[in-house]
Structures are given as structure tokens and as C-alpha cells.
């Protein structure tokens, strides 16, 4: 039996521990304090699960749209490299994100022509499911996008020549091939751009503070209620739901680990050692 | 009818071609000689600084790939996440189940006994795949590159691909320094320092 030689920790090792140990500090005092010191019974109310429940489903949404609107261009910074369209493509990543929300509520007020436009097909931003979505899936693209582009750029470039030279377009070529043999990857990318979107505040306090329709008529985002918990009940509560929601969080996360795991393992069907 | 006359400069590197020929053409030459370059030229994956490239009566030079109808072939280019059946059917116009018969026939004739994933294949029973495939799309022409040097008992497969192009089928241009397929070859060129001698 071939024994595994167990790798002697360097001083490399130790820095990368330390430096997980800090971006951990403020995850587990939230969580000690929210479910051992605090534990508000607030914060497992039912406004907290409904809020919770309304962004989930948001960022879930806004995922999937990312995915169908953005797996394109990932594709095109993969394969053809366009400095303009990736600066751009970065560009809601590196600005305040207040900034998003305020974009949008200027494109849909009645007083410019965009929203006039949007307000006579029936789209509405302000305090709606889909100008909450629409914030999020603005601030979660570029994640998704350089996600994506990675593991495109990360593939061989014959099978996508030899479905060409058969006679497929690039669209073809890109669900067909790229897409089809990168699922777990482009699912693992999702996953990224959804657990982004759980944690986005700034455009979301401005675009849509609560949601003013059903099933989540007068609910407001986790990370908006956490907020106003904070500015009301002061911290125990507060802190409470924010340890919930980072059970949440961490559990989109691990499945993210999961599924690019697997995705590693049984790259194109064959498993890599 | 293949018609090839090209410039192409990358560098230090420098391609100057002409070949005019048809059905099964043999292409050898010492590595960097620029045999690859200039199939990758024909299949457009690089585009000529000037001249022609004419396959059929078809001025392909400039098309894009997926407009050429020509086929370009080495042991990468496959489809890793199908199974054989769907790779070989992948380039028919018209889905398999109308084309059993001749995915069935292409399968014996290349010896294909096996099923599953191509990706698990080994490097022989892929190459024999990825042939299949391109000649069931029926291309105007088809470029392969090193392809036969992982196929055991490669002469039968040659002389198939060879009957395929005689038969009214597609042109080939295959890229070998395998004796055995160049003997098959209607005319062998050979490759020197990016021109042809």
C-alpha cells in the first residue's frame, strides 16, 4: 500500500492560515455572537425568513439571467481579446454601487424618455422585484463574466475548430461544445455571481429598499433589513439575522466548492489525478 | 479540385505555397517546415497575406471557418463530452436517425466496435472517430494532421479514406511521416522551410 508523505507545513503555509484566520475573524464573532451571545428570537422571525426567502430568490433569478445574458460575451473575452469590452464589462465592479441604483432609478423615472419608454411596456424598477434583480444582476455580471471567461480561456481551442470547420456558427459552437463540455464550470460560475448578489446592499437600498408586490409585498433584501435592525434594535438583533444569513451564504458557497470540484475531477469526462 | 497559391509572413517564419491537385494528397517535410500553417491557412484558422485558395470552384480565402467546407482534422479535435455515435452524426445535415445506415457503414468500415464517452477513447480509437465524423458531414475538402500515426493497422483505414476521396467524396490533404500512408497518397508533397519542393 502506497502511504501518502504528509506535507511538513512551510513558512508560506503558515502566512496563507494566518490570512484566512483574518478574513475569518469578523464571520465568526457574527456568528458566535448571533447564535450563542446574542441570539435575538427576532431573528428568526417570520419578516427575517421572508426576507431572507426574497433574496434568494432575487439572486437566483439574477443568476440565471446572468448566465443567459452574459455566457456570450465571457465567450468573445476568451477567444478574442477586446481591452475596450472588458473595461467596460468591469466597469459595475469598480464604481460605488449606490451609483447602480441611482442609474437606475434615472433610467426608469417618468421624466426621461428611457423610463417613460419602460414605464409604458410595464417595467418598473422602484421598489419591484425586477429593479431588484435588475441592481443585482448589474453588480453581479463582471463576477460572472471573468468567472466564465477564465474557465473558457482554460479549455482547448480543437473542438471548437473542428465544429466550425463542420459548419457551425459561433453561437453554435459555444452552447453546443463550450458550454455543454464547462457545465459544472458555468454552474460554478452562477453560483459565484448568486452568492455576489446575496451580498449587495448599495444599489439595492436605493432601487428597491422593500419589494411592493406578492408574494413578497413589503419585504425588504436581508442585507436592507439587517440595516434597518441595526438602525432600530441596535445590534443583538441585528446580528442575529446577519449569522443566518451567513449560514446561507456559506451554504451557497460550499455547493459552489462542490460542484467545481466535481468539475475538476471529471474535466471532459475523464478524471484528472 | 484544390488550388492553393499563398504568402504568409508570422515573424521570422515565412510560407510561400502552391499546389494544385485533387483527391488523396500526401504532405511531409521535417517539423517547422510549415505543413500545419499551411492546412491551418486552407481551413482558415489563419488568414494569407495575399494570394488564392480556391476548393471546387469555390474562392474560399477569406470565408470564415464554418463557411468553408473544408474539415480540419489532428488528434485534439474532437468533442470529448459525446458519445460516438453522437460525434460521428455531429456534422450531418439532418440529425442520425436519418443517416443510421451510413453511420453504421462508416462505423464498419473504420472499425468503430466501440461505444461511450470519446473522451475515455484511446488515442487510435479517437482518431478513427474524428475521421468518421468528417467524412459523414461530406465536406468539399478534408485536411488531416498526423492523424494516422496513432491508428494501429492503419493501412485499412488509409485505403478508405483513400477509396472516400477517389469516390466522389471530399479531397484530402493529409499532413503524415508515415511511409505507409504517403505510399497510398495520388501525390505527395514535400515540405522545406515554408515552401513546397
Known amino acids: 500500500m502506497v502511504q501518502r508523505r504528509k506535507r511538513q507545513p512551510d513558512s508560506l503555509s503558515i502566512i496563507s492560515g494566518i490570512s484566512v484566520f483574518l478574513l475569518s475573524i469578523p464571520v465568526i464573532i457574527i456568528l458566535i455572537y448571533g447564535f450563542i451571545v446574542f441570539r435575538s428570537a427576532q431573528g428568526f422571525s417570520h419578516t427575517v425568513l421572508l426576507s431572507i426567502s426574497l433574496t434568494l430568490a432575487s439572486s437566483a433569478t439574477a443568476a440565471a439571467i446572468v448566465f443567459a445574458v452574459f455566457t456570450p460575451l465571457a465567450y468573445e473575452l476568451a477567444r478574442r481579446r477586446n481591452s475596450l469590452l472588458e473595461t467596460a464589462s468591469d466597469i459595475p465592479a469598480s464604481i460605488p454601487h449606490p451609483i447602480i441604483g441611482i442609474a437606475l432609478l434615472i433610467l426608469d423615472s417618468p421624466i426621461t424618455p428611457t423610463g417613460r419608454f419602460l414605464n409604458y411596456i410595464g417595467i418598473n424598477f422602484f421598489d419591484t422585484f425586477q429593479g431588484l434583480v435588475a441592481a443585482l444582476v448589474i453588480v453581479s455580471a463582471p463576477v460572472y463574466i471573468r468567472a466564465a471567461q477564465s474557465l473558457f480561456s482554460s479549455r482547448r481551442v480543437e473542438p471548437e475548430l473542428l465544429a466550425s470547420s463542420l459548419g457551425a456558427s459561433r453561437l453554435k459552437v459555444l452552447y453546443t461544445v463550450v458550454v455543454a463540455d464547462s457545465l459544472r464550470g458555468v454552474m460554478s460560475a452562477s453560483l459565484t455571481a448568486m452568492s455576489r448578489a446575496m451580498s449587495e446592499f448599495g444599489s439595492i437600498a436605493i432601487v428597491a429598499y422593500y419589494v411592493l408586490q406578492a408574494p413578497f409585498s413589503g419585504v425588504e433584501p436581508a442585507s436592507v433589513l439587517i440595516y434597518e435592525y441595526y438602525g432600530y434594535y441596535g445590534p443583538q438583533v441585528a446580528v442575529t439575522v446577519s449569522a443566518l444569513m451567513i449560514l446561507i451564504s456559506m451554504a451557497v458557497i460550499i455547493a459552489m466548492r462542490i460542484v467545481s470540484r466535481a468539475k475538476r475531477k471529471y474535466s471532459s469526462g475523464r478524471v484528472v489525478r | ?197
Open chain 2, 1 to 197: 479540385m484544390i488550388d492553393i497559391q499563398v504568402q504568409f509572413t508570422r515573424g521570422e517564419f515565412s510560407l510561400e505555397a502552391s499546389l494544385k491537385d485533387s483527391g488523396f494528397v500526401g504532405l511531409t517535410g521535417a517539423n517547422g517546415s510549415g505543413k500545419t500553417t499551411l492546412l491551418h491557412l486552407v481551413a482558415g484558422v489563419e488568414v494569407p497575406d495575399s494570394g488564392r485558395i480556391i476548393v471546387g470552384s469555390r474562392d474560399i480565402t477569406f470565408l470564415p471557418i464554418n463557411e468553408r467546407r473544408v474539415v480540419y482534422l489532428n488528434p485534439e479535435t474532437y468533442f470529448g463530452h459525446v458519445d460516438v455515435e453522437r460525434h460521428l452524426a455531429w456534422g450531418i445535415r439532418g440529425g442520425k436517425e436519418q443517416h443510421e445506415d451510413s453511420i453504421n457503414e462508416m462505423k464498419r468500415a473504420l472499425g468503430i466496435t466501440y461505444t461511450g464517452k470519446v473522451s475515455v477513447l484511446s488515442l487510435g480509437q479517437r482518431a478513427r472517430v474524428i475521421l468518421g465524423t468528417a467524412m459523414l458531414a461530406q465536406p468539399d475538402l478534408v485536411l488531416i494532421d498526423e492523424l494516422f500515426a496513432n491508428i494501429s493497422e492503419a493501412e485499412s483505414v488509409v485505403e478508405y479514406v483513400k477509396e472516400y476521396a477517389g469516390g466522389g467524396g471530399s479531397d484530402v490533404i493529409f499532413v503524415s511521416q508515415e511511409q505507409g500512408a504517403l505510399r497510398a497518397a495520388d501525390t505527395v508533397y514535400r515540405m522545406e522551410n515554408g515552401r513546397i519542393v
